[in-house]
């Protein structure tokens, strides 16, 4: 098991990439879909956020269950995410 810290800083690292890539995407949409883009963006801070707080309250007696369950959240989230930023491509 990493440490939180650590973990919190990779949570934030790739939260903060997707978060540019769904900026850069939304500028170059038009007008009429930009409004999907800012739901994207909103999607991304509430997974961050959602995430840190869930390690900041490990589940005590099953440790490494929890986290193996956080990782795989955390990885059906952010393909979830680049699922919705590759439908707003085209």
Do not use: W
């Amino acid at each position: 098991m990493a440490k939180r810290r650590t973990l919190k800083k990779s949570i934030n690292g790739i939260t903060s990439t997707l978060f540019a890539e769904g900026v850069f995407i939304k500028l170059t949409l038009a007008e009429a879909e930009r409004g999907k883009a800012d739901e994207v963006l909103a999607d991304i801070l509430h997974m961050q956020d959602e995430f840190v707080c869930r390690i900041n309250h490990t589940e005590p007696g099953n440790v490494k269950g929890f986290y193996k369950k956080l990782y795989e959240d955390f990885n059906a989230a952010v393909d979830s995410i680049l699922d919705k930023m590759s439908a707003l491509k085209g």
